[in-house]
Nanobody, 120 residues
Framework: QVQLVESGGGLVQPGGSLRLSCAAS????????MSWYRQAPGKQREWVAA???????NYADSVQGRFTISRESAKNTVSLQMNSLKPDDTAVYYC??????????????WGQGTQVTVSS
C-alpha cells in the first residue's frame, strides 16, 4: 500500500506565503508525476501544478508566477510554495502521486487534504 501525508496548511493574510508538503511512503518501485489539486467550497476540484520525474513543471494559469512546485526524489516528497496569496486561493489542497507500485502495475494516490485559508 501507499500513503500520502500532507502538511503545511493554515490561515494566511492576502499577499502572504505558505508552503505545503506531501510525503509518499509504502511499497512502490518508482514515483512518476506528482501534482497538487485544490477544491474550494461549492466548486469542483481543479488542478494546480505538476512536476514530472525529470523535474519539468506546469501550472494552472490562476497560479502561474505565484506558486512553485518542487520535489525531493530521494524522500519521495513534493512541495508547493505559494506566494502572493489571494482570497481566491482559499481551498482544500490535495496531493496526488502517480506511482509504479510494481514492475507491472501503476496507481494514483491522494493525500488527505490540507486547508488553506487566505483572509484578512
Amino acid at each position: 500500500q501507499v500513503q500520502l501525508v500532507e502538511s503545511g496548511g493554515g490561515l494566511v493574510q492576502p499577499g502572504g506565503s505558505l508552503r505545503l508538503s506531501c510525503a509518499a511512503s509504502g511499497n512502490f518501485v518508482r514515483v512518476n508525476t506528482m501534482s497538487w489539486y485544490r477544491q474550494a467550497p461549492g466548486k469542483q476540484r481543479e488542478w494546480v501544478a505538476a512536476i514530472t520525474r525529470g523535474g519539468s513543471t506546469n501550472y494552472a494559469d490562476s497560479v502561474q508566477g505565484r506558486f512553485t512546485i518542487s520535489r525531493e526524489s530521494a524522500k519521495n516528497t513534493v512541495s508547493l510554495q505559494m506566494n502572493s496569496l489571494k482570497p481566491d486561493d482559499t481551498a482544500v489542497y490535495y496531493c496526488n502521486v502517480d506511482v509504479q507500485r510494481t514492475y507491472t502495475s501503476r496507481s494514483e494516490y491522494w493525500g488527505q487534504g490540507t486547508q488553506v485559508t487566505v483572509s484578512s
